[in-house]
Each structure stands twice: as structure tokens, then as C-alpha cells.
């Protein structure tokens, strides 16, 4: 009989030891995101903490890149990930001026199959986080692989089939936008 309590003492004790390791993974994670909110932006750190931390909701629009031409460098390393990837047409649009844009560059590309979509996004993706370090706010499409979409908030990567793309033809729904000349290297 002494040997039962011994063992209920014993599973109490390590209960509380892996909440404890939880709560410090946390607490570590909430550091460095932190740390990364401060470099990003001196002025309004709050804002963005609350909108990277909530999921499912678009940090605001007026939370602008810290230099003008990051949103552009943003562009180019995405459609560059994609020229690796062998992407079809890659077209970089400057969507600052176009009233009721919802970012300021499209960078849209097409591939003739599905793998290669998924390569192409992949591959941007991998692009712009190696040289930026930026990871998109909102990926959608992977399951279908017909039109997929990478969302950074500033730049918005579209990678269609090419039927798709020939249907939606966001390039004429976005006529006023002027097009930024990309050259793969």
C-alpha cells in the first residue's frame, strides 16, 4: 500500500514539469517575435505584434515596408524564384498607383501542370525567405494546384495552370497598373 501514493506523487510532480516546459516555449516565442516586431518597426511596434499574433486577421495596409524599395525587392526575389523553377510569362505589376488595389506588386507567372505550380510557389517562397527572410502572411491553392496564391500583404504571388490563367486574366482586370521589367537571372 505505500508504494500506491508514492507512484500518484510522482505523476503529479511531472504534470506540472511539461506545463512548465509549454509555458517557456511560449514565453520564448512571444521574445523573439518581439524582437523581430522591433526591428521591423520603431513606430508602431503594438499594432504590429497584435496583427502577426492574431490569426485570420490582414494586418492593416498603412503598415508600410521600413524603406520604400523593400516591397519592390520583395517582388523581384519572388518572380526570381520562380524564373528558377522554369515559370512561364512572369510579369511583375506595380499596383501603388491603381485605385482599390489591395497590395502594391502582383507578380503572376503560369506552368502547364500541376507539380510544376507547385514548384514555382514553392520555390518562390524559398527565394524570398532566403534573401529577405520573409514568409508569406496567407498561402492558399496547394490543394488543387490550379491558381496558387502567396500573400506577403505588399506583394501577392499568383502561379496559375495556364488555362486558369487565361481565364481569370488578372493582368486585364489590372490594366492601370504598370509593369515592372523582370529579367531572370
Known amino acids: 500500500m505505500a508504494k500506491t501514493p508514492a507512484k500518484k506523487t510522482a505523476a503529479k510532480k511531472t504534470a506540472p514539469k511539461t506545463a512548465k516546459k509549454t509555458v517557456s516555449k511560449k514565453a520564448k516565442a512571444d521574445v523573439q517575435l518581439d524582437k523581430e516586431i522591433k526591428k521591423l518597426s520603431k513606430d508602431k511596434p503594438a499594432a504590429k505584434k ?21 516591397a519592390m525587392m520583395l517582388a523581384l526575389c519572388v518572380a526570381q524564384g520562380m524564373f528558377e523553377k522554369k515559370a512561364e510569362d512572369i510579369r511583375i505589376l506595380d499596383m501603388r498607383n491603381v485605385r482599390g488595389a489591395s497590395s502594391d506588386f502582383f507578380v503572376l507567372s ?46 501577392v504571388a499568383h502561379v496559375f495552370q495556364r488555362e486558369k490563367r487565361e481565364f481569370y486574366a488578372v493582368e486585364e482586370l489590372w490594366g492601370d497598373a504598370k509593369e515592372v521589367v523582370f529579367k531572370g537571372k
Open 50 to 70: 497584435t496583427a502577426t499574433k492574431t490569426k485570420g486577421i490582414r494586418p492593416e495596409r498603412n503598415d508600410k515596408p521600413s524603406t520604400p524599395d523593400e
Open 110 to 155: 503560369h506552368a502547364e501542370s500541376d507539380k510544376q505550380v507547385e514548384a514555382i510557389a514553392n520555390s518562390a517562397e524559398e527565394e524570398a525567405y532566403k534573401i529577405l527572410q520573409q514568409k508569406p502572411w496567407h498561402r492558399e491553392g496547394f490543394e488543387n494546384l490550379e491558381w496558387v496564391l502567396l500573400d506577403y500583404i505588399d506583394v
